[in-house]
């Protein structure tokens, strides 16, 4: 055992007390959660970031859009504003949080999108701007109990899996792990290509001693797409990159590109990061000392939604800046099973409520 675990084992057991009596309060009723006639999916996870949330979103957005009138609810972490905000042109990611406004630039056209802190509050008013919304997707909302939700989607990395994890201020856990049996179906993600099946067995049996009996899990890989102009005017995609991001772990993305382009440089930021205009001109110091090699910017969805701000244009000017997308990747039977999971809260909404 780390020195460092030994001092700060005391807080972390202080926070467990704390977040254990919290849960005790709601699971006895001393503590009210509210439910709604329209389906609430709940997309989160026990740790404080980085299970790949946001791909899980947009993945179920994509599959549910075509017959259904959805709509994404967020708190919009890291937002300069507060309380309800519907998406609109009008606001930006400080407005609203990246990963919201990522969303709205994806599907403003075709979905709602919302923040507001206080979920059940939140609900009542897209339903008063949209009344014919028949889903909602709550990201990052399991720890908000104040919500009963539908369905509660548990997200969990397969390289850092929850079971082998700490609680805060030790590890990264918001909450203990036997909190895993309020998920009715765990995800694991981020799972490698080389993942064989006994392994794939093995993390699932160690998930399923933490859930209820017969929850399904599932394993769910990242899908990278071809990078694409951040302003719609750059053409030529390089082989040499300078990659800047600021999420959880850049690990996963190095090691694709590492496979299809030369990495000169990677500029790591810490998640959320909020990009100031030094930030953007270290990253031209070091583009202008690989001029030769013709190299573009490569940066996150994520990211590329803060770095089109007006007031990095000037810096970023002459630097061909490209976004690599990325999409979850479920195998065709997992995708069945949490669709039809899905589908089947909705269906039993409608019915229950005479739709």
């Known amino acids: 055992m780390r020195l460092s675990d030994i001092l700060l084992f005391p807080f972390a057991m202080l926070y467990d007390g704390i977040t254990a009596f919290r849960n005790k309060m709601f699971d006895v009723g001393l503590k009210k959660s509210y439910g709604f006639d329209v389906p609430t999916i709940v997309v989160g996870n026990l740790s404080v970031g980085g299970t790949g949330k946001t791909p899980m979103i947009e993945f179920l957005i994509r599959k549910l859009m075509d017959n259904h009138h959805v709509a994404m609810l967020s708190r919009g972490y890291g937002r300069k504003t507060k309380g309800f905000l519907m998406a609109s042109a009008q606001y930006g990611p400080r407005d609203i949080g990246d990963e919201p406004y990522q969303v709205f630039e994806k599907f403003g056209g075709e979905i709602e999108v919302a923040v507001g802190e206080e979920r059940v509050l939140a609900i009542p008013m897209i339903l008063a701007n949209a009344p014919d919304t028949d889903a909602i997707l709550l990201d990052d909302a399991y720890q908000h109990r104040y919500l009963r939700g539908d369905l509660n989607i548990l997200l969990t990395t397969y390289a850092q899996p929850f079971y082998k994890d700490k609680l805060l201020p030790a590890g990264r856990?918001?909450?203990?792990?036997?909190?895993?049996?309020?998920?009715?179906?765990?995800?694991?993600?981020?799972?490698?290509?080389?993942?064989?099946?006994?392994?794939?067995?093995?993390?699932?049996?160690?998930?399923?001693?933490?859930?209820?009996?017969?929850?399904?899990?599932?394993?769910?890989?990242?899908?990278?797409?071809?990078?694409?102009?951040?302003?719609?005017?750059?053409?030529?995609?390089?082989?040499?990159?300078?990659?800047?991001?600021?999420?959880?772990?850049?690990?996963?993305?190095?090691?694709?590109?590492?496979?299809?382009?030369?990495?000169?440089?990677?500029?790591?930021?810490?998640?959320?990061?909020?990009?100031?205009?030094?930030?953007?001109?270290?990253?031209?110091?070091?583009?202008?000392?690989?001029?030769?090699?013709?190299?573009?910017?490569?940066?996150?969805?994520?990211?590329?939604?803060?770095?089109?701000?007006?007031?990095?244009?000037?810096?970023?000017?002459?630097?061909?800046?490209?976004?690599?997308?990325?999409?979850?990747?479920?195998?065709?039977?997992?995708?069945?099973?949490?669709?039809?999971?899905?589908?089947?809260?909705?269906?039993?909404?409608?019915?229950?409520?005479?739709?």
């Open 173 to 355: 856990l918001r909450e203990g792990k036997k909190n895993a049996n309020r998920a009715d179906l765990v995800v694991v993600t981020k799972c490698p290509k080389h993942a064989s099946e006994s392994e794939k067995s093995h993390v699932g049996q160690q998930v399923s001693s933490y859930t209820r009996p017969g929850i399904p899990i599932i394993f769910a890989g990242l899908k990278y797409g071809q990078p694409f102009s951040m302003n719609g005017k750059d053409k030529n995609m390089s082989e040499a990159v300078i990659l800047v991001t600021g999420i959880v772990n850049h690990q996963p993305i190095l090691d694709e590109l590492e496979g299809r382009y030369r990495v000169l440089k990677v500029f790591y930021f810490t998640d959320h990061h909020v990009y100031t205009l030094n930030d953007i001109l270290k990253v031209q110091l070091i583009f202008k000392k690989f001029s030769k090699d013709q190299p573009v910017i490569l940066t996150t969805e994520k990211d590329a939604v803060k770095l089109k701000d007006e007031k990095f244009l000037g810096a970023l000017k002459g630097m061909p800046v490209f976004v690599l997308p990325v999409e979850l990747s479920l195998l065709k039977k997992d995708e069945e099973l949490l669709l039809k999971l899905i589908k089947d809260k909705i269906k039993s909404k409608a019915f229950r409520s005479g739709n």
